[in-house]
């Protein structure tokens, strides 16, 4: 489904977050750009998480979610599922920012977050264009600013 232009920025910042949590499992191939050391991996993810990753959280919480929220039963169970994995992606982080051996960490933060942005993307913007249209949707949603342009 071709994304409503109220959701595309979310759905950019959805394609970063998709390099970083393929690039921090422990099976990622090696990188020519990014680190691929432990302690450079946390930091580029940290980096990650204060730059892009909390915002784009912000954008969603602040101002998508309480626009669709109460109108459908699925989407309110999408987002309530969705706000319990930005919970725990954000105790990953936090753990991230403690000292010891991150690969574990690492790696489940990695599966997590490709799990969650595909739900996000698959499901609930899905669901969210479906029931609400494009004339509605963009009526409602306020103008979602990309965290990182391309």
Request: aromatic letters at 6%; proline letters at 3%; hydrophobic letters at 35%.
């Amino acid at each position: 489904m071709k994304r409503n232009k109220k959701l595309i920025a979310l759905s950019h910042d959805h394609h970063h977050g998709l390099r970083l949590a393929q690039h921090i499992k422990k099976d990622a191939p090696e990188n020519k750009v990014l680190p691929n050391d432990v302690d450079g991996k946390v930091n580029y993810t940290l980096k990650s998480w204060n730059e892009e990753l909390k915002i784009h959280f912000r954008n969603e919480e602040k101002i998508l979610f309480p626009a669709v929220r109460g109108r459908d039963e699925i989407i309110d169970n999408l987002i309530a599922e969705v706000m319990i994995e930005h919970k725990e992606i954000e105790r990953l982080i936090g753990q991230l920012n403690q000292p010891g051996y991150h690969i574990d960490t690492l790696d489940t933060l990695g599966y997590l977050l490709e799990h969650h942005i595909r739900k996000e993307e698959r499901e609930l913007f899905d669901k969210i264009q479906k029931v609400f249209g494009e004339d509605e949707l963009n009526r409602l949603v306020d103008e979602i600013e990309p965290v990182k342009n391309n």
